[in-house]
Each structure stands twice: as C-alpha cells, then as structure tokens.
Nanobody, 122 residues
Framework: QVHLVESGGGLVQAGGTLRLSCAASAQTFSGYTMGWFRQAPGKEREFVAA????????YYADSDKGRFTISRDDAKNTVDLQMSSLKPEDTASYYC???????????????WGQGTQVTVSA
C-alpha cells in the first residue's frame, strides 16, 4: 500500500548540486530502511545510499561518499538525497525504495518509486 514518489531531478552542469526528495503516501515508513538506487540505460541498477530506521547507520557507495548525503524526516514521511560535486557518470534515473531491515541489496526493498531523471552535462 506504500506509494513512493521522487522529485527534484533535472539537468545540471558538472560540479553542480541537486537535491532529490522522496515522499510516501498511504502509510508512514517509520521502521523501514530507506534507500536510493540509480540505473543508466544498458546498465545494472546500482546502490547509491541508504539510511536506517533510527536515522543511522547510513550507507554510501564508494563512488558517492563525500559528495552525497541521505537524510529522513519521518514526521513528514520524506527522504532526501543531497548531491554535490556532480559528475557526468552520475547521470541516471534515480529510484527511492523502502524495506524492513534492508541495507545495500535491492532484493531487500519491497517498495519502489517510479524514478526521477538526473542528467549531468560536462
């Protein structure tokens, strides 16, 4: 019954910043691990970041550590991904996901959004 909707994607120049947001409807995701994944055309879906139900621990892919920050506000049923120092290789569709006890494995997430496109120009 959980419905996740991503927003905030767009076109940005290399080195720029974007903030993605994920909003949940129907019910809260308190108690869930929230994650972000991305997928480019012709490539496998890959892990980006995740945040535990208590706000920590937080997990990041090696490629985005130091550049991306994940946060959550359970009172508003939202999860954000702050992306800085963006690179052309960050170009992909970004997906929000929720799962109980999930971390970096996509099979651990039960609910997925429809995605939002991020394009980084050189």
């Amino acid at each position: 019954q959980v419905h996740l909707v991503e927003s905030g994607g767009g076109l940005v120049q290399a080195g720029g910043t974007l903030r993605l947001s994920c909003a949940a409807s129907a019910q809260t995701f308190s108690g869930y691990t929230m994650g972000w994944f991305r997928q480019a055309p012709g490539k496998e879906r890959e892990f980006v970041a995740a945040i535990g139900w208590s706000g920590d621990p937080r997990y990041y892919a090696d490629s985005d550590k130091g550049r991306f920050t994940i946060s959550r506000d359970d009172a508003k049923n939202t999860v954000d991904l702050q992306m800085s120092s963006l690179k052309p290789e960050d170009t992909a569709s970004y997906y929000c996901a929720a799962g109980r006890g999930a971390t970096v494995f996509p099979t651990g997430y039960n609910y997925w959004g429809q995605g939002t496109q991020v394009t980084v120009s050189a």
